[in-house]
């Protein structure tokens, strides 16, 4: 007895359309795993990643500057500084002032009568001091040495000078009851032109 295998039916229009429909579903997805992995892997790039650009008008508010941080910081430092030095002119000064109200009425008084340069004026040398001591302020170490056989008092005028010698001020310092062969030291000084460097120079000095 013969036996009879059934062959199978041969596809029709139908099953051939749905064949295709599930092939073309099937690369839809791989396409888009691609993509999902171009963008998601850590080592890979794409030319979607590498072009993209964002919009400035789709973000709020605004970055922060290095720049203005910067500027801010400067003038904060500097505003320091010059809070700095008109405190350390002030102290400077009530420090000299004190040492010199005792002594400068008398000195004052004693140039007053003071013929020409003076009587003591190879008795004196005078030195700048630093304008970092002084608090910028123009200043000036007057250096008496009383030269002769006994106790004697000193007064000296002191010029402050431009670059172009002009006299921008001029003060008076002295010192009193200064022994034989001793020196003194005190300090002349001007708030007038505190940024130019003024040079200080003896116009008098008077010993009595």
């Not at 073309?24 to 997805?29: M, Q, R, S």
């Not at 005792?102 to 008084?109: D, G, I, P, V």
């Not at 009193?176 to 000084?189: D, Q």
């Given at each position: 007895m013969t036996r009879h295998h059934a062959r199978p039916a041969p596809a029709g229009p139908g099953s051939w359309r749905?064949?295709?429909?599930?092939?073309?579903?099937?690369?839809?997805?791989?396409?888009?795993?691609?993509c999902s992995s171009s963008y998601g892997g850590s080592g890979g790039s794409s030319t979607a990643a590498?072009?993209?650009?964002?919009?400035?008008?789709?973000?709020?508010?605004?970055?922060?500057?290095?720049?203005?941080?910067?500027?801010?910081?400067?003038?904060?430092?500097?505003?320091?500084?010059?809070?700095?030095?008109?405190?350390?002119?002030?102290?400077f000064e009530a420090s000299v002032s004190a040492e010199l109200a005792?002594?400068?009425?008398?000195?004052?008084?004693a140039l007053q009568s003071a013929t020409g340069q003076g009587n003591a004026i190879s008795d004196v040398t005078i030195t700048g001091v630093p304008r970092a001591t002084s608090g910028n302020l123009n200043a000036a170490t007057v250096t008496i040495v009383n030269s002769s056989g006994s106790a004697a008092s000193y007064a000296?005028?002191?010029?402050?000078?431009?670059?172009?010698?002009?006299?921008v001020d001029t003060t008076v310092v002295g010192t009193?009851?200064?022994?034989?062969?001793?020196?003194?030291?005190?300090?002349?000084?001007t708030?007038?032109?505190?940024?130019?460097?003024?040079?200080?120079?003896?116009?008098?000095a008077q010993r009595y």
């Open positions: 749905l064949l295709t429909g599930l092939a073309v579903a099937v690369a839809g997805l791989l396409a888009i795993a691609g590498s072009s993209f650009s964002p919009v400035p008008s789709g973000f709020s508010g605004s970055p922060p500057s290095a720049l203005s941080s910067l500027a801010s910081s400067a003038r904060a430092s500097v505003s320091q500084a010059a809070s700095s030095l008109s405190s350390a002119a002030a102290s005792r002594s400068r009425a008398a000195a004052e008084a000296v005028r002191v010029e402050f000078l431009d670059t172009s010698g002009a006299v009193e009851n200064l022994a034989a062969g001793a020196t003194a030291a005190p300090i002349a000084f708030k007038k032109s505190p940024d130019a460097a003024l040079v200080p120079r003896v116009a008098q």
